[in-house]
């Protein structure tokens, strides 16, 4: 599917990747940018590890929301809003998961799994 035909009708949760390249990548992609807001909006899951949540600050969605990242964009997320959880594991704020490394992807995916039954 190209980025252009992203529909957040069509979709109940989208997980943003970590590592360097993909998230500073794909936050400069309009079209995704736009798909995050409307996911957002319509609450549904969004799932950002490493330095996904970059995705999120160029969304700008982050302002007030408790997040964590890795602690390279840390200075990013306070600047942008966020109530940064310094060397958190895992931040859930509403339909919002941060994780700032694959070494807490046990606890990540725990949180994912457990907010989809929640929400059915």
């Not at 990747?17 to 609450?43: C, K, S, T, W, Y």
């Not at 859930?92 to 059915?120: Q, R």
Request: aromatic share 8%; charged share 20%.
């Amino acid at each position: 599917m190209a980025t252009t035909e992203l529909n957040a009708d069509d979709f109940d949760l989208v997980m943003l990747p970590g590592g360097f390249e993909a998230p500073d990548r794909v936050r400069l992609l309009p079209e995704v940018l736009e798909f995050i807001r409307h996911m957002n909006a319509q609450g549904k899951l969004i799932a950002a590890i490493c330095h996904g949540p970059w995705i999120l600050i160029s969304a700008g969605i982050t302002k007030g929301r408790k997040m964590t990242a890795y602690w390279s964009i840390e200075t990013d997320m306070i600047n942008s809003g966020a109530d940064y959880q310094h060397k958190a594991p895992l931040v859930v704020d509403g339909n919002i998961i941060t994780s700032p490394h694959y070494n807490n992807n046990g606890e990540f995916m725990a949180a994912v799994v457990d907010y989809i039954k929640k929400n059915k």
